[in-house]
């Protein structure tokens, strides 16, 4: 059985990679291969028994100026690879198709609902890759040993600075990367032995907290004092993008598929520790 990831630089990328080791792997990163051309994504996909997308333009608020652009990736891109593989693909999605108004975990079938323009491209990715009969993991607050997240940034401005203000008034699901790409390729196993329905599942750590929670916890996890941390609101951190409040999601969907959803935030923080302190 032949792989294919997309996006395979980025974090959730290279621990695709890792999970799918001593499988026969085609790995492309944006560099080798551009999803926003029909003909090159069609002709990726030519080789592979399963695809899985973790291509995407990931800049939040650098979509609130440029949303032609991040929709070309995120719903243009996506749709060119629902159109070729199909069945065969999942797709990775996020929290922000969905408004953050709720105050209970939002179902998979909750409808669509975005504040901000890269909510809007990745709901148009979305929508291309059920309507062509794949699946989609929606994730959030994702962190990982590979490139740039909270997490890590954290843990490193522990260095240079005594405390810390961070926000105490968004709610979400702290998940680690590789658990979530253990979990995907789960999912692409149980699609092949027919035991999981094409759509929507989600891929988040069961629980929440806050980000001020997070940084707390990881500082915890790091030896630190997680007194270092100060809460603080988010209108005392302006950005262009708007941000959902909530971003907790439900995973009733997993049942009866053979794939575990995925396990507490804290005791997925603490395993995730040591390959963040590297």
Do not use: C
Not at 26 to 37: C, G, M, S, Y
Not at 248 to 277: C, S
């Amino acid at each position: 059985m032949r792989w294919l990831i997309t996006g395979a630089g980025g974090m959730l990328g290279q621990d695709l990679r890792t999970v799918l080791a001593g499988e026969d792997v085609v790995a492309l990163t944006r560099a080798d291969l551009d999803i926003t051309d029909p003909a090159a994504t069609a002709a990726a996909v030519a080789g592979a028994d399963f695809v899985i997308n973790a291509a995407a333009w990931t800049n939040v608020d650098g979509a609130e100026s440029d949303e032609e652009a991040a929709t070309a990736v995120n719903g243009h891109g996506a749709a060119n690879l629902a159109q070729a593989a199909g069945k065969r693909l999942i797709h990775i999605s996020t929290d922000y198709v969905f408004d953050g108004q709720a105050n209970t975990p939002y179902p998979e079938d909750a409808p669509q609902a975005p504040v901000n323009a890269y909510g809007r491209s990745k709901a148009a990715g979305e929508r291309a890759v059920l309507n062509a009969g794949g699946y989609v993991v929606r994730t959030a607050w994702l962190y990982g040993e590979h490139g740039p997240n909270f997490v890590k940034t954290m843990l490193r401005l522990a260095a240079d600075r005594e405390t810390l203000d961070v926000v105490d008034d968004q709610q979400g699901p702290p998940t680690w990367s590789f658990a979530l790409a253990q979990q995907v390729v789960a999912l692409a196993g149980a699609a092949l032995d027919g035991r999981a329905a094409p759509g929507a599942y989600h891929g988040t750590a069961a629980g929440s907290t806050t980000w001020f929670g997070l940084a707390r916890a990881a500082f915890a996890e790091a030896g630190l004092d997680p007194e270092r941390i100060r809460p603080t609101t988010s209108d005392r951190f302006v950005r262009p993008a708007k941000r959902p409040a909530y971003s907790v999601l439900g995973h009733d969907r997993w049942a009866g598929t053979g794939v575990a959803p995925l396990p507490e935030w804290r005791e997925m923080l603490a395993e995730a520790m040591p390959a963040l302190l590297r």
